[in-house]
């Protein structure tokens, strides 16, 4: 912890009646568990950041937050968190922010704690320090425009944990180059036929392109095999992304002793060619593109199409959040097409939340058994 940080916590300990701010660590822990809280009750709250200037010099700033960080304490409520977002950042969680709109909410907190800091501090100190207003559930955008959620500080604490595994992380993504290099090399063959063989069975290209979102919801253009005829309508894909996120399975499914398909089946617009290598999964391969661009990695959630979000819970948000989408992943090897949409999530956060490179390789192994045996693919 900086100096800085350290003198605030250690004055604000020496002033009666104030609550001491809460670590760094335990912060972005309590903004975690207030985004949960939130989800379930669909009660927003507000994340306020408070930092002197950047311009201003470190002995400078480390004085001044200490001095807002006494009038901070003291102008909120006792049900609301303060703490150090970082070294050189304060934080306010403001929970149950009432049924009011969002602009009257932030326009009344900011307001108190302008009022606030000037009953306390010199105008020119004031005027060094920003503030900011981050509202949860924030915007995500379904259709136009970058998907990335607008309000990244809401989700710092996703950031920083990678940033203490870059170790592990540098060597997940030295696996990726080096096995998705490794397949396309020995698999060239076969995918030169696969090609060769949809170019000559239907008219257009054999690379069909699609744009997906990433991590944190940033879009990319995924590569698959075309398995449709040119120019398909994408209505019935869309008609049962919405039933299927709402619980629904594909009701043109022939129903076996494993029950409902979690997936559309009996597609026209599917090519025979196209049957073939979704059945054997074979359309998947030229995501090893996209793993050997850094925009996927070989086990990971998959990533969504843009107009999924339109149905998405804000739980379900958090598997574009919290792992690099990949080719196969813990729904692959688990489920597959039998598993209703909630499992699909809760096994990609179950994923992200125990990943280990000794898991992906489980994952990777399991993987290879469910495409030859075909199991769950249509």
């Known amino acids: 912890m900086a100096l800085g940080t350290a003198l605030t916590v250690e004055a604000l300990n020496d002033q009666p009646g104030l609550n001491v701010l809460t670590s760094e660590p335990a912060f972005l822990r309590q903004l975690r568990l207030e985004r949960r809280r939130s989800e379930r009750s669909r009660q927003p709250f507000v994340l306020m950041l408070l930092q002197p200037a950047a311009r201003e010099r470190d002995d400078v700033r480390s004085a001044l937050l200490e001095r807002t960080a006494s009038v901070l304490v003291s102008a909120i409520r006792e049900t609301d968190v303060a703490g150090w977002y970082t070294k050189r950042c304060l934080g306010v969680i403001f929970a149950e922010v009432g049924p009011r709109d969002k ?101 257009g290209g054999a690379i069909f392109r699609q744009e997906r979102l990433g991590q944190h919801g940033v879009p990319f253009t995924l590569f698959k095999f075309r398995s449709m005829y040119l120019q398909s309508d994408e209505r019935p894909h869309k008609e049962f992304i919405k039933r299927y996120i709402a619980g629904g399975s594909d009701a043109h499914a022939d129903k076996t002793t494993n029950g409902a398909v979690y997936k559309l089946t009996k597609d026209s617009r599917v090519t025979p060619i196209g049957r073939f290598i979704r059945k054997t999964s074979l359309d998947e391969f030229p995501q090893l593109f996209n793993v050997l661009r850094g925009d996927m990695s070989l086990v990971g959630p998959r990533p969504p199409i843009r107009y999924e979000l339109e149905g998405y819970a804000l739980w379900h948000r958090r598997r574009l959040l919290e792992a690099k989408p990949g080719v196969t992943g813990l729904w692959q090897v688990t489920g597959r097409s039998s598993l209703r949409f909630d499992d699909m999530v809760r096994l990609d956060l179950r994923y992200a939340r125990g990943w280990s490179l000794w898991l992906d390789l489980k994952i990777l192994l399991r993987t290879a058994r469910v495409v030859l045996s075909g199991a769950g693919a249509y």
């Open 103 to 203: 602009a009257s909410v932030i326009g009344a907190l900011q307001a108190r704690m302008i009022e606030a800091l000037r009953g306390k501090l010199q105008r020119k100190e004031v005027e060094q320090l920003e503030l900011s207003f981050y509202w949860f559930p924030d915007e995500w955008s379904a259709s136009g425009g970058p998907a990335t959620p607008k309000t990244v500080p809401l989700y710092s604490d996703l950031v920083q944990p990678e940033n203490k595994r870059k170790l592990p992380l540098a060597m997940k993504r030295a696996i990726d180059i080096v096995g998705s290099a490794f397949i396309l090399a020995v698999m060239s063959p076969v995918l030169l036929a696969i090609a060769l063989a949809i170019k000559r069975t239907s008219e």
